[in-house]
Structure formats: structure tokens, C-alpha cells
């Protein structure tokens, strides 16, 4: 257990529909990352917080996209409209100056 | 830009032989160097870093790897595996400390570690 938490661990969902996954970073840490991963390839950044400031998205977060993190404290990842190809396992990580620590991840599939 | 190639996407071993798993980096600047192993249904676990300091990073479970920049590589190794070392292992890039975006990392494709008996 590394103390980063993600929730739900599983969700399963229709096309079109949204979805919100959740982390809990170590309550210390000031960055927060998100990263993608899809089956046989590693993960891949999408986007990180220093505080509650939104720093950095990658190309690969749509406009259907949208994380949040508020105070600074736990963060969220909406999916609007969801599409087949966003089933991946999505990634959290609380950062240290030394070192990062990921969550267990949510695993999204779409139907 | 920053990127990290895996050569090998699998790679089978017999139990109490050593493990090579190769790397090779592209880095503007100097990095920091990671592996990463991720066991099935499990999180992502740290097995060790390079930041700068010793070239020769020892981790956890007896792996250790060597940086040498002239060749850009950063390969994982361990005199014998065990069992238990089956899981998919991650080479990874990030900026250093102390530049505005340390701490994204660049992840290679993944090389999987097949065991047997």
C-alpha cells in the first residue's frame, strides 16, 4: 500500500455516458499526476497539479476530459460522453521531491 | 523531448539464471532514471532511481542498474531470478529536480519477465 488511493477500482460503462474517478494523494505531497495506461503499453501522462493549479494537460486529454483538484486535496477525472477507446486503467500519483507513488488505478471499460 | 525504448518486450528466464533487461534513453538534459515492476493486478512499485549521483543504482529485490551516458542506456539486471520476479517491468524518464516539470514521467513500452522452473 503505497497511501495513494483510487476509487472506484472497477467501472464499467455505456458509450456516451460519463464517468468521475477519484484520488487521494498523500495528504503531504503538493504535485499530483494522471496517467493512461491501455493494455500491452505503458502509461502515459495526461495531466498534473502542483496544489490545486492545473500546470500541465497533455494532447492526449480531449475536450471531454476534465480533472479537478480542489484545495489542493484529493483530485478527480471526469470523462464526458464516453468512447470505446477510453477503456485503459487510469493512473494516479502523489509525488515527493524523491519520488512518486501511484495508486492502485481504475480500471474503465466501456461498452 | 525526452523518451526511453525498451528493447525487449518479453523475455523468459529460467528460475536462478540473471535477468538483463535492456534500456536505452533520449534526454535533452540530464535525467532522472527510473524502474519501475508491476505485478498482475497490482500497483505500480519503484525497484529503483537514478538521480545524478552513483551510476551504479542498487534497488529492492536485488536488482540493480547501471547509467552510462555515452551509451544512453540505463539497463536492469539480476544475478538470479526468482519466481516471484514474473511481472511486466517499466523503464521510465523524467526531468531532474529543480526544472518546472521534474516529476512527469516518460514511461518505455514495458517489458515482460516470464519465469520458469
Known amino acids: 500500500d503505497t497511501g495513494v488511493s483510487q476509487d472506484p477500482r472497477h467501472k464499467i460503462t455505456k458509450r456516451g455516458q460519463n464517468v468521475t474517478f477519484r484520488c487521494d494523494p498523500i495528504?503531504?505531497?503538493?504535485?499530483l499526476y494522471w496517467y493512461r495506461q491501455t493494455l500491452g503499453q505503458g502509461p502515459e501522462f495526461l495531466t498534473y497539479f502542483q496544489n490545486e493549479a492545473q500546470l500541465e494537460k497533455s494532447r492526449l486529454l480531449s475536450d471531454r476530459f476534465s480533472a479537478e483538484r480542489p484545495k489542493g486535496s484529493f483530485s478527480t477525472l471526469e470523462i464526458q460522453r464516453t468512447e470505446q477507446g477510453d477503456s485503459a486503467m487510469y493512473l494516479c500519483a502523489s509525488s515527493s521531491p524523491y519520488e512518486q507513488f501511484f495508486g492502485p488505478g481504475t480500471r474503465l471499460t466501456v461498452l | 523531448a525526452q523518451s526511453v525504448t525498451q528493447l525487449d518486450s518479453h523475455v523468459s528466464v529460467s528460475e536462478g539464471t540473471p535477468v538483463l533487461l535492456r534500456c536505452n534513453y533520449s534526454s535533452s538534459y540530464s535525467p532522472s532514471l527510473f524502474w519501475y515492476v508491476q505485478h498482475p493486478n497490482k500497483g505500480l512499485q519503484l525497484l529503483l532511481k537514478y538521480t545524478s549521483a552513483a551510476t551504479l543504482v542498487k534497488g529492492i529485490n536485488g536488482f540493480e542498474a547501471e547509467f552510462k551516458k555515452s551509451e544512453t542506456s540505463f539497463h536492469l539486471t539480476k544475478p538470479s531470478a526468482h519466481m516471484s520476479d514474473a511481472a511486466e517491468y517499466f523503464c521510465?524518464?523524467?526531468?531532474?529536480?529543480?526544472?518546472?516539470?521534474?516529476?512527469?514521467?516518460?514511461f518505455g513500452a514495458g517489458t515482460q519477465v516470464v519465469v520458469t522452473p
Open positions: 495528504s503531504e505531497h503538493n504535485r
Open positions: 521510465v524518464v523524467s526531468d531532474l529536480r529543480g526544472t518546472d516539470s521534474w516529476g512527469k514521467l516518460q
